[in-house]
């Protein structure tokens, strides 16, 4: 069976973002006739299956944004492909320039085409080898934590002349990107790598075609020239090295300590180091050459193959399970029920099974219960009012945000260690709006439950009503500021 293409993940998450404008009600009636239709019931295991067939099916007759994006990305790197040939011919052309009076400069044409394409590979290494070190050395995690404070700051600076309104709207969106990195950074970071090392590749491939045709159409003569106070011994040494790679397979790509003396330039008196056979200021273009493939193509070759594996890799290994998705797969499978008002089912549909993975609701999961700040829900309403909404058991029932920190902070411990996979329940009265005691405990939670536990904001209202749909969006536009992407905001009683 296909596999969720990149394609359709664009779609996805297009579509979800699209979803946030339209009501519960909607959204459940339309994913639910969806989730029948492909036979969500049956297949509640097959997570990317479902998600491919759900946004095929929501944009059918439509032309996929996915595709269009896949395709601009194809026609940038292309784009990328051509000016990284025409730079690279150009910089040989211009590295290679030979007048007939004075040689090409070797030391030159190594400082480009060796020392700078080396030194960005290392940094590239070096900057992933800091990133995946960041958690646990302080001072890759002091790096990008000044950074991300600095960046804060300019942000501050342009929210103090901003309404109370734009600056909740512009928090949501920082949040919802931080959200969006910690769900798919690995998968972007490669995606950009991958389209980065088009550039290079073909500035390679450009600079050699360059190369051999001036070689092959033109008598170019080489020398070597520096300011430095370097021997002809010690820039032989040098050449060795560099030269090392081949040199055993292929020995006369590598300078003789004659020719390096031989082909010494003094620009002052226009002189050669040592008088010497025209021939011998020919013999540099086999060790430019290879450098150039060595040092410039083959790694950037490698690294544009290790970029798409790695791409490859990070979209197969999308667990898919943050709160969005979590909240879609249920509606593909919930029947339409409601704990307030029920309606039938389509006839013919088959039962809601257990069983799919992860963040999605199932009969056999069981969940931890935080009463949040007098919350107005009755004790003995909050396990049928789960289980109806939401399909869990209630495994422990806590209450919180009555003014005392210690007591949050002992719940906080309970919940943390009642269950690594056991998805949390924060029942909260929709109409009070989110307080910063109430986001600040969600952070608290958070970091002791670790990344991915999923943790749900039930709401509910005054007599275990539905809670309202402005307040719904407007709990759900301040907690997106917590970047959070396994937190998700739910009416506990629908209408």
Request: proline share 4%; glycine share 10%; net charge neutral.
């Amino acid at each position: 069976m296909e596999d969720l293409q990149l394609a359709d993940l664009f779609d996805v998450e297009l579509q979800l973002l699209r979803d946030r404008e339209t009501s519960a009600e909607e959204l459940r009636r339309r994913d639910r006739r969806i989730g029948q239709s492909i036979g969500a019931d049956r297949r509640a295991g097959e997570r990317r299956g479902l998600l491919r067939d759900w946004v095929r099916e929501v944009q059918k007759g439509q032309e996929s944004t996915g595709e269009r994006i896949l395709r601009a990305f194809h026609a940038l790197g292309w784009l990328l492909s051509l000016f990284g040939l025409s730079t690279g011919m150009g910089t040989a052309a211009a590295v290679l320039a030979y007048d007939g009076r004075r040689p090409v400069n070797v030391v030159h044409f190594l400082a480009v085409f060796v020392g700078v394409q080396l030194g960005l590979l290392l940094l590239f290494v070096f900057s992933t080898v800091l990133w995946r070190l960041r958690g646990r050395m302080p001072g890759a995690s002091g790096v990008y934590g000044l950074l991300r404070q600095l960046l804060d700051a300019l942000i501050r600076i342009f929210e103090r002349r901003m309404s109370a309104e734009r600056r909740s709207v512009l928090a949501a969106a920082r949040g919802r990107l931080r959200a969006s990195t910690m769900v798919y950074g690995e998968l972007e970071r490669w995606l950009l790598v991958s389209l980065a090392q088009r550039f290079g590749l073909w500035f390679n491939l450009g600079a050699l075609a360059t190369c051999l045709y001036l070689v092959a159409f033109s008598d170019l003569a080489f020398a070597w020239q520096t300011t430095l106070d370097w021997s002809a011994e010690g820039f032989n040494r040098a050449i060795d090295i560099l030269g090392a790679p081949w040199a055993w397979l292929y020995p006369d790509g590598v300078p003789s300590l004659e020719v390096v003396r031989a082909t010494r330039y003094f620009r002052l008196d226009e002189s050669f180091g040592a008088p010497a056979r025209v021939e011998l200021y020919g013999q540099w273009w086999r060790f430019l050459v290879l450098s150039l493939v060595v040092y410039g193509l083959l790694p950037r070759a490698s690294l544009s193959v290790y970029a798409r594996v790695k791409l490859r890799r990070a979209l197969a290994g999308l667990r898919l399970d943050h709160g969005e998705i979590a909240s879609l797969l249920e509606r593909l499978i919930s029947p339409l029920v409601s704990t307030r008002a029920p309606v039938a089912e389509d006839e013919g549909a088959a039962p809601p099974e257990a069983g799919v993975a992860g963040s999605v609701p199932s009969s056999g999961q069981e969940a931890a219960v935080i009463v949040w700040g007098g919350a107005p829900l009755d004790e003995n309403a909050v396990e049928p009012l789960v289980a109806g909404r939401f399909g869990w058991r209630v495994r422990s029932t806590h209450a919180a945000g009555a003014d005392d920190t210690r007591h949050d902070a002992e719940v906080i411990s309970a919940v943390a260690g009642d269950g690594a996979e056991a998805p949390i329940l924060v029942v909260a009265e929709a109409f009070e709006a989110p307080t910063r005691e109430a986001r600040a405990f969600l952070s608290r939670l958070r970091e002791a439950t670790g990344k991915q536990r999923p943790v749900v904001v039930g709401l509910v209202d005054a007599g275990a009503a539905p809670p309202a749909r402005d307040d719904l969006a407007m709990w759900r536009r301040q907690l997106a500021g917590l970047g959070d992407p396994y937190l998700r905001v739910e009416a506990l009683v629908e209408s």
